[in-house]
T-cell receptor, first 113, second 110 residues
Framework: SAVISQKPSRDICQRGTSLTIQCQVDSQVTMMFWYRQQPGQSLTLIATANQGSEATYESGFVIDKFPISRPNLTFSTLTVSNMSPEDSSIYLC??????????FGPGTRLTVT | GQQVMQIPQYQHVQEGEDFTTYCNSSTTLSNIQWYKQRPGGHPVFLIQLVKSGEVKKQKRLTFQFGEAKKNSSLHITATQTTDVGTYFCAGEDSNYQLIWGAGTKLIIKP
């Protein structure tokens, strides 16, 4: 299984600002995913990020609001832009394992005031 | 669109009692995966079921995949405090993306 780290682990931000979340994996992986999870809720997929191609966004999520970079096979960033209190959530990155299971980072807890 | 329904939302049990959560898909799944998320933690992969009618066991946990590959269950025998958390099922679609159930929260009564 992959070991995944995320930075920051938590942050409190003012509305209108942007936050970039980093996801680092200890091995090379093709597919990475970014999720949002409200407390007590299930996971909502934001986008799939493959190295060397544009991220694929799910319905309800757009690149201008959630730009993603995937510069190499071990790293990705998700930016939450022009934040509002509705963006307060836990953001998780995950990677695809060898038999298509997913391994998750510890998450970034974002509060927007 | 494809949906995976999971019930119940919560289950309160006394320590030592059994726990079961059920998932049903609107369409046939290529496989189903189960994850556990401890309070304050992130989802952790438990198991993947691929074959019709498959049953897998991990110590006190029993996972089943239905014959039609549309439903699945997780049964925990004799729950312990270490079992506390939310259990999610997730069906895999053709793009390797997971369609997540709502989760079942296992709560041990004091």
């Amino acid at each position: 299984s992959a070991v995944i780290s995320q930075k920051p682990s938590r942050d409190i931000c003012q509305r209108g600002t942007s936050l970039t979340i980093q996801c680092q994996v200890d091995s090379q992986v093709t597919m990475m995913f970014w999720y949002r999870q409200q407390p007590g809720q299930s996971l909502t997929l934001i986008a799939t990020a493959n190295q060397g191609s544009e991220a694929t966004y799910e319905s309800g999520f757009v690149i201008d609001k959630f730009p993603i970079s995937r510069p190499n096979l071990t790293f990705s960033t998700l930016t939450v832009s022009n934040m509002s209190p509705e963006d307060s959530s836990i953001y998780l990155c995950s990677v695809l394992g060898g038999t298509y299971e997913q391994y998750f980072g510890p998450g970034t807890r974002l509060t927007v005031t | 669109g494809q949906q995976v329904m999971q019930i119940p939302q919560y289950q309160h049990v006394q320590e030592g009692e059994d726990f079961t959560t059920y998932c049903n898909s609107s369409t046939t799944l290529s496989n189903i995966q189960w994850y556990k998320q401890r309070p304050g933690g992130h989802p952790v992969f438990l198991i993947q079921l691929v074959k019709s009618g498959e049953v897998k066991k991990q110590k006190r946990l029993t996972f089943q995949f239905g014959e039609a590959k549309k439903n699945s269950s997780l049964h925990i025998t004799a729950t312990q405090t270490t079992d506390v958390g939310t259990y999610f099922c997730a069906g895999e679609d053709s793009n390797y993306q997971l369609i997540w159930g709502a989760g079942t929260k296992l709560i041990i009564k004091p």
